[in-house]
Protein backbone atom coordinates (compact mmCIF):
# COMPACT_ATOMS: atom_id res chain seq x y z
CA UNK A 1 0.00 0.00 0.00
CA UNK A 2 1.50 3.40 -0.57
CA UNK A 3 2.54 5.48 1.94
CA UNK A 4 1.20 8.90 2.61
CA UNK A 5 2.70 11.79 0.89
CA UNK A 6 5.49 8.92 -0.82
CA UNK A 7 6.35 9.91 -4.40
CA UNK A 8 5.90 7.99 -7.20
CA UNK A 9 9.62 7.23 -7.82
CA UNK A 10 10.34 6.46 -4.25
CA UNK A 11 7.33 4.19 -4.29
CA UNK A 12 8.44 2.67 -7.47
CA UNK A 13 12.07 2.46 -5.89
CA UNK A 14 10.91 0.78 -2.72
CA UNK A 15 8.87 -1.82 -4.68
CA UNK A 16 11.65 -2.60 -6.73
CA UNK A 17 14.14 -3.51 -3.85
CA UNK A 18 11.22 -5.23 -1.73
CA UNK A 19 11.21 -7.45 -5.15
CA UNK A 20 14.83 -8.33 -4.93
CA UNK A 21 14.27 -9.34 -1.27
CA UNK A 22 11.79 -11.66 -1.97
CA UNK A 23 13.78 -13.12 -4.60
CA UNK A 24 17.06 -13.29 -2.54
CA UNK A 25 14.98 -14.53 0.47
CA UNK A 26 13.53 -17.42 -1.77
CA UNK A 27 16.94 -18.70 -2.46
CA UNK A 28 18.16 -18.60 1.63
CA UNK A 29 15.01 -20.42 3.05
CA UNK A 30 13.46 -16.45 3.49
CA UNK A 31 15.97 -15.76 5.62
CA UNK A 32 18.25 -12.08 4.67
CA UNK A 33 20.89 -10.86 6.53
CA UNK A 34 20.64 -7.33 8.04
CA UNK A 35 23.68 -6.48 5.58
CA UNK A 36 22.24 -7.80 2.29
CA UNK A 37 18.98 -5.68 3.37
CA UNK A 38 21.20 -2.47 3.32
CA UNK A 39 23.07 -3.89 0.19
CA UNK A 40 19.07 -3.70 -1.14
CA UNK A 41 18.66 -0.34 -0.45
CA UNK A 42 16.65 -1.43 2.66
CA UNK A 43 16.85 1.15 5.30
CA UNK A 44 17.30 0.91 8.84
CA UNK A 45 14.09 3.09 9.50
CA UNK A 46 11.96 0.68 6.94
CA UNK A 47 13.19 -2.51 8.26
CA UNK A 48 12.40 -1.20 11.51
CA UNK A 49 8.89 -0.75 10.26
CA UNK A 50 8.04 -3.73 8.88
CA UNK A 51 9.45 -5.67 11.80
CA UNK A 52 6.71 -3.42 13.96
CA UNK A 53 4.12 -4.34 11.06
CA UNK A 54 5.10 -8.02 11.99
CA UNK A 55 5.81 -8.24 8.30
CA UNK A 56 9.20 -9.62 8.92
CA UNK A 57 10.36 -10.94 11.92
CA UNK A 58 14.26 -10.64 13.37
CA UNK A 59 15.74 -14.38 13.41
CA UNK A 60 18.90 -13.74 16.10
CA UNK A 61 20.59 -10.63 15.86
CA UNK A 62 22.14 -10.64 11.82
CA UNK A 63 19.27 -11.84 10.03
CA UNK A 64 15.61 -10.82 9.49
CA UNK A 65 13.05 -13.60 8.13
CA UNK A 66 11.04 -11.85 5.33
CA UNK A 67 7.92 -13.72 6.12
CA UNK A 68 5.81 -14.63 9.03
CA UNK A 69 6.20 -18.82 8.92
CA UNK A 70 8.45 -20.99 10.20
CA UNK A 71 12.52 -21.41 9.27
CA UNK A 72 13.00 -24.53 7.26
CA UNK A 73 16.12 -25.92 7.60
CA UNK A 74 17.53 -24.05 4.89
CA UNK A 75 16.61 -20.93 6.62
CA UNK A 76 17.85 -22.01 9.68
CA UNK A 77 21.46 -22.53 8.47
CA UNK A 78 21.34 -19.20 6.69
CA UNK A 79 20.68 -17.63 9.98
CA UNK A 80 23.17 -19.94 11.84
CA UNK A 81 25.59 -18.69 8.72
CA UNK A 82 24.94 -14.78 9.34
CA UNK A 83 25.32 -14.91 13.02
CA UNK A 84 28.85 -16.33 12.70
CA UNK A 85 29.73 -13.68 10.26
CA UNK A 86 31.38 -13.03 7.14
CA UNK A 87 34.12 -16.32 7.79
CA UNK A 88 31.54 -18.39 9.12
CA UNK A 89 30.34 -21.80 7.36
CA UNK A 90 28.72 -24.94 8.09
CA UNK A 91 30.54 -27.82 9.41
CA UNK A 92 30.22 -31.36 10.16
CA UNK A 93 26.94 -33.18 10.72
CA UNK A 94 25.33 -29.52 9.73
CA UNK A 95 27.50 -29.22 6.11
CA UNK A 96 26.79 -32.71 5.58
CA UNK A 97 23.19 -32.02 5.81
CA UNK A 98 22.94 -28.81 3.76
CA UNK A 99 25.14 -30.74 0.58
CA UNK A 100 22.39 -34.04 0.63
CA UNK A 101 22.75 -36.24 3.56
CA UNK A 102 19.41 -37.78 4.19
CA UNK A 103 17.53 -39.43 6.95
CA UNK A 104 19.82 -37.83 9.87
CA UNK A 105 18.60 -35.32 12.17
CA UNK A 106 21.06 -32.56 13.37
CA UNK A 107 20.49 -30.94 16.89
CA UNK A 108 21.83 -27.59 16.94
CA UNK A 109 23.39 -26.16 13.88
CA UNK A 110 27.49 -26.56 13.68
CA UNK A 111 29.62 -23.52 12.60
CA UNK A 112 33.14 -22.98 12.14
CA UNK A 113 35.10 -20.01 12.19
CA UNK A 114 38.88 -19.34 12.55
CA UNK A 115 40.43 -18.39 15.69
CA UNK A 116 40.50 -14.98 16.58
CA UNK A 117 37.10 -14.31 15.40
CA UNK A 118 34.39 -13.16 17.50
CA UNK A 119 31.76 -15.66 18.52
CA UNK A 120 28.08 -15.23 19.45
CA UNK A 121 25.88 -16.98 21.57
CA UNK A 122 22.57 -17.86 19.83
CA UNK A 123 19.88 -20.78 20.54
CA UNK A 124 19.91 -23.88 18.60
CA UNK A 125 23.35 -22.41 16.86
CA UNK A 126 26.57 -24.35 17.84
CA UNK A 127 29.21 -21.53 16.92
CA UNK A 128 33.06 -22.52 17.24
CA UNK A 129 36.73 -21.15 16.18
CA UNK A 130 38.95 -24.34 14.70
CA UNK A 131 42.56 -24.37 14.09
CA UNK A 132 41.66 -26.62 11.15
CA UNK A 133 39.48 -23.86 9.53
CA UNK A 134 40.87 -23.69 5.54
CA UNK A 135 39.02 -21.78 2.67
CA UNK A 136 40.50 -24.32 0.09
CA UNK A 137 38.31 -26.65 2.76
CA UNK A 138 35.05 -24.95 1.44
CA UNK A 139 32.56 -26.55 -0.91
CA UNK A 140 32.13 -24.33 -4.17
CA UNK A 141 28.82 -22.83 -4.39
CA UNK A 142 25.72 -22.52 -2.33
CA UNK A 143 25.60 -22.05 1.24
CA UNK A 144 29.20 -21.67 2.55
CA UNK A 145 30.08 -25.30 4.29
CA UNK A 146 32.65 -27.33 4.14
CA UNK A 147 33.08 -30.16 1.70
CA UNK A 148 31.18 -33.77 2.95
CA UNK A 149 35.04 -35.37 2.64
CA UNK A 150 35.66 -32.67 5.51
CA UNK A 151 32.82 -32.22 6.92
CA UNK A 152 32.13 -36.03 7.51
CA UNK A 153 35.48 -36.41 9.14
CA UNK A 154 35.09 -34.23 11.55
CA UNK A 155 31.70 -35.20 12.27
CA UNK A 156 32.61 -38.22 13.33
CA UNK A 157 35.08 -36.33 15.44
CA UNK A 158 32.74 -34.75 17.26
CA UNK A 159 30.25 -36.87 17.54
CA UNK A 160 28.68 -38.13 20.37
CA UNK A 161 29.49 -41.62 20.83
CA UNK A 162 31.39 -44.16 18.59
CA UNK A 163 28.37 -45.71 16.86
CA UNK A 164 27.13 -41.94 15.68
CA UNK A 165 30.80 -41.68 14.70
CA UNK A 166 30.54 -44.43 12.68
CA UNK A 167 26.87 -44.36 11.00
CA UNK A 168 27.92 -40.56 10.08
CA UNK A 169 30.90 -41.79 8.10
CA UNK A 170 29.12 -44.64 6.82
CA UNK A 171 26.19 -43.09 5.59
CA UNK A 172 27.85 -40.62 4.02
CA UNK A 173 29.74 -42.67 1.39
CA UNK A 174 26.63 -45.01 1.53
CA UNK A 175 24.49 -42.11 0.02
CA UNK A 176 26.77 -40.57 -2.52
CA UNK A 177 28.39 -37.29 -1.29
CA UNK A 178 32.33 -38.93 -1.32
CA UNK A 179 33.84 -41.79 -1.43
CA UNK A 180 36.27 -43.94 1.29
CA UNK A 181 39.23 -42.59 -0.21
CA UNK A 182 38.84 -38.77 0.23
CA UNK A 183 37.44 -39.39 3.55
CA UNK A 184 41.77 -40.95 3.82
CA UNK A 185 42.89 -38.22 2.26
CA UNK A 186 41.26 -36.09 4.63
CA UNK A 187 42.25 -38.17 7.68
CA UNK A 188 45.88 -37.21 7.27
CA UNK A 189 45.55 -34.19 8.25
CA UNK A 190 44.19 -35.22 12.00
CA UNK A 191 47.15 -35.75 13.33
CA UNK A 192 45.96 -36.31 17.45
CA UNK A 193 42.40 -36.85 18.61
CA UNK A 194 40.81 -39.65 21.18
CA UNK A 195 38.73 -40.73 18.02
CA UNK A 196 41.16 -41.23 15.40
CA UNK A 197 42.43 -44.81 15.95
CA UNK A 198 38.22 -45.27 15.76
CA UNK A 199 38.05 -43.33 12.78
CA UNK A 200 40.77 -44.74 10.93
CA UNK A 201 39.13 -48.01 11.14
CA UNK A 202 35.71 -47.12 9.81
CA UNK A 203 37.65 -45.26 6.71
CA UNK A 204 39.59 -48.63 6.50
CA UNK A 205 36.56 -50.67 6.14
CA UNK A 206 34.50 -48.68 4.21
CA UNK A 207 38.15 -48.79 1.61
CA UNK A 208 36.99 -52.40 2.08
CA UNK A 209 33.71 -52.44 0.51
CA UNK A 210 31.59 -52.11 3.52
CA UNK A 211 28.68 -50.47 2.84
CA UNK A 212 26.72 -50.16 5.86
CA UNK A 213 26.70 -49.85 9.72
CA UNK A 214 25.84 -53.31 10.07
CA UNK A 215 28.64 -54.40 7.88
CA UNK A 216 31.04 -52.61 9.90
CA UNK A 217 29.94 -54.03 12.86
CA UNK A 218 29.79 -57.67 11.17
CA UNK A 219 33.97 -57.17 10.35
CA UNK A 220 35.19 -56.25 13.84
CA UNK A 221 32.89 -59.10 15.33
CA UNK A 222 34.30 -61.58 12.47
CA UNK A 223 37.69 -60.67 14.49
CA UNK A 224 36.92 -60.71 17.94
CA UNK A 225 36.38 -64.43 17.40
CA UNK A 226 39.19 -65.25 15.19
CA UNK A 227 37.19 -65.91 12.03
CA UNK A 228 38.65 -65.21 8.35
CA UNK A 229 38.08 -62.15 6.97
CA UNK A 230 34.97 -62.68 4.59
CA UNK A 231 35.34 -60.74 0.91
CA UNK A 232 32.66 -58.13 1.16
CA UNK A 233 29.82 -56.19 -1.23
CA UNK A 234 30.83 -59.90 -3.74
CA UNK A 235 28.76 -59.61 -7.44
CA UNK A 236 27.56 -62.35 -8.81
CA UNK A 237 26.13 -62.94 -12.12
CA UNK A 238 23.51 -64.94 -13.39
CA UNK A 239 20.57 -64.85 -16.13
CA UNK A 240 18.50 -63.05 -14.15
CA UNK A 241 20.88 -60.38 -13.48
CA UNK A 242 23.52 -59.26 -11.28
CA UNK A 243 23.79 -59.79 -7.00
CA UNK A 244 25.62 -58.31 -5.19
CA UNK A 245 26.62 -60.08 -1.52
CA UNK A 246 26.71 -58.20 1.85
CA UNK A 247 29.76 -60.41 3.33
CA UNK A 248 31.21 -63.60 2.06
CA UNK A 249 33.79 -66.28 2.30
CA UNK A 250 33.83 -67.45 -0.81
CA UNK A 251 36.58 -70.18 -0.67
CA UNK A 252 33.78 -72.41 1.39
CA UNK A 253 30.48 -70.75 0.05
CA UNK A 254 29.50 -69.56 2.76
CA UNK A 255 27.28 -66.09 2.80
CA UNK A 256 25.67 -63.91 5.00
CA UNK A 257 23.22 -61.28 4.02
CA UNK A 258 22.93 -58.66 6.62
CA UNK A 259 19.69 -57.32 6.46
CA UNK A 260 18.88 -53.60 7.47
CA UNK A 261 15.46 -52.09 7.96
CA UNK A 262 15.16 -51.75 4.37
CA UNK A 263 14.92 -55.23 3.79
CA UNK A 264 11.69 -54.87 5.06
CA UNK A 265 10.23 -52.52 2.85
CA UNK A 266 7.90 -54.34 0.12
CA UNK A 267 9.71 -53.16 -2.81
CA UNK A 268 12.69 -54.97 -1.44
CA UNK A 269 11.16 -58.63 -0.87
CA UNK A 270 11.11 -59.68 -4.56
CA UNK A 271 14.34 -58.60 -5.59
CA UNK A 272 15.76 -60.03 -1.78
CA UNK A 273 14.24 -63.45 -2.95
CA UNK A 274 15.52 -63.60 -6.32
CA UNK A 275 19.27 -62.87 -4.69
CA UNK A 276 18.61 -65.40 -1.99
CA UNK A 277 17.45 -67.86 -4.58
CA UNK A 278 20.43 -67.24 -7.02
CA UNK A 279 23.07 -67.77 -4.58
CA UNK A 280 21.54 -70.96 -3.28
CA UNK A 281 21.33 -72.13 -6.91
CA UNK A 282 25.48 -71.69 -6.82
CA UNK A 283 25.38 -74.29 -4.08
CA UNK A 284 26.32 -71.27 -1.37
CA UNK A 285 25.04 -71.63 2.07
CA UNK A 286 22.94 -68.66 2.80
CA UNK A 287 22.46 -67.04 6.43
CA UNK A 288 20.42 -63.97 7.20
CA UNK A 289 21.31 -62.24 9.68
CA UNK A 290 19.32 -59.01 10.89
CA UNK A 291 20.82 -56.04 11.87
CA UNK A 292 18.77 -55.87 14.90
CA UNK A 293 19.97 -58.98 15.93
CA UNK A 294 23.71 -58.22 15.15
CA UNK A 295 22.69 -56.22 18.35
CA UNK A 296 21.02 -57.87 20.57
CA UNK A 297 21.92 -61.70 20.00
CA UNK A 298 25.56 -61.59 17.69
CA UNK A 299 26.44 -65.15 19.85
CA UNK A 300 23.59 -66.75 18.73
CA UNK A 301 24.50 -66.02 14.90
CA UNK A 302 28.24 -66.54 15.28
CA UNK A 303 27.36 -69.73 16.72
CA UNK A 304 25.86 -70.89 13.34
CA UNK A 305 28.01 -68.83 10.94
CA UNK A 306 30.73 -70.83 12.71
CA UNK A 307 28.87 -74.03 12.34
CA UNK A 308 28.86 -73.72 8.38
CA UNK A 309 32.24 -72.76 8.26
CA UNK A 310 33.34 -75.64 10.02
CA UNK A 311 30.60 -77.68 8.19
CA UNK A 312 32.45 -76.48 4.58
CA UNK A 313 35.82 -77.33 5.92
CA UNK A 314 36.91 -73.78 6.67
CA UNK A 315 40.29 -74.29 9.13
CA UNK A 316 39.32 -71.66 11.51
CA UNK A 317 41.32 -68.99 13.32
CA UNK A 318 42.36 -68.72 17.24
CA UNK A 319 41.41 -65.75 18.19
CA UNK A 320 43.82 -64.12 21.07
Not at 5 to 11: F, H, N, W
Not at 74 to 90: K, Y
Not at 266 to 277: T, Y
Request: with cysteine.
Amino acid sequence: MPKKGESPRARSDRETNLRLVRRLGDAQGGVVSRDQLRGLGVSDHQLAADLAAHRWRAVHSQSVAVHTGPLDRLGQHWAAVFEAGDRGCLDGTSALIAGGLEHYTEDVVRVSVPRGVLVRRATGIDIRQTRRWEGGDLAPSGIPRTRPEVAGVRAALWAQSDKQATLLLTMTVQQGLTSAERFGAQLMRVRRHRRRTLVTTVVTDLLGGVRSLGEHEFAQMCRLRGLPEPTRQVVRRSPGGRWYLDVAWEPWGVVVEIDGIHHEWAVNVVADALRHNAIALDRAVVLRLPLLGLRVAPDEFFVQITEALVARGCPLVVAS
